[in-house]
């Protein structure tokens, strides 16, 4: 059993800043690789960001250069840094972790998501 839970979402002002956080726990072996999405009512998830097991990253094009994703891998965590926040990045933003558990079966589990919303 592997549990997806994001953290830190909230209301922030255009140009402000907000960190979440996606913690993954349960019977894990490794933690490979970890993306945020976004989702919007009435639109598709859109992947946001993504950090491989060996640190390499990327990032959709509405995103880069103001958002950063990193990983403390002892912490079984993944953070998205959200800078110069836009009203555009309102969402859910969802966490999606892709991990090898302790019998060595290779999942996916997203988590439950946490609302972000940029309004002055």
């Known amino acids: 059993q592997v549990q997806v839970v994001e953290s830190g979402g909230g209301l922030a002002q255009p140009g402000g800043s907000l960190r979440l956080s996606c913690v993954t726990s349960g019977n894990i072996f490794d933690i490979r690789t970890v993306a945020w999405h976004r989702q919007t009512p009435g639109k598709p998830r859109e992947l946001v960001a993504i950090?491989?097991?060996?640190?390499?990253?990327n990032y959709a094009d509405s995103v880069k250069g103001r958002f950063t994703i990193s990983r403390d891998n002892a912490k079984n965590t993944v953070y998205l840094q959200m800078n110069s926040l836009k009203p555009e990045d309102t969402a859910v933003y969802y966490c999606?972790?892709?991990?090898?558990?302790?019998?060595?079966?290779?999942?996916?589990?997203w988590g439950p998501g946490t609302q972000v919303t940029v309004s002055s």
């Open positions: 999606y972790s892709q991990v090898v558990d302790t019998s060595r079966t290779y999942l996916g589990s």
């Open positions: 950090i491989t097991s060996t640190g390499s990253t």
